[in-house]
Nanobody, 120 residues
């Protein structure tokens, strides 16, 4: 029904930058919140940043001041600009969207994940 496709991950040195993108497509009536999560090896998935359709953004304390979430509602796309990357930011990053689906109501969807590796 709805697909989320992430891009922009990769390998970067500490202090570097990356920009992740996540495009939603399919039977979308509207999108409420969109956000980014990450999961490092051996750890639970954690919220990185979220952005509702109306309201304030929310960031994990560990990324405040370094990561910026934004969205283009016309393109159903959410971005995560990451600067001053640290080795501890290494993880698989997942996009999440709270979507009002045509004929089905609100549902949460996940992207397939994109690997971000920060070398020291």
């Amino acid at each position: 029904q709805v697909q989320l496709v992430e891009s922009g991950g990769g390998l970067v040195q500490a202090g570097g930058s990356l920009r992740l993108s996540c495009a939603a497509s399919g039977s979308i009536f509207s999108i409420n919140a969109m956000g980014w999560y990450r999961q490092a090896p051996g750890k639970q998935r954690e919220l990185v940043a979220s952005l509702p359709s109306v309201g304030r953004t929310n960031y994990a304390d560990s990324v405040k001041g370094r990561f910026t979430i934004s969205r283009d509602n016309g393109k159903n796309t959410v971005y995560l600009q990451m600067i001053s990357l640290k080795p501890e930011d290494t993880a698989v990053y997942y996009c999440n969207a709270d979507v009002r689906v045509y004929g089905s109501g609100n549902r949460y969807f996940w992207g397939q994940g994109t690997q971000v590796t920060v070398s020291s």
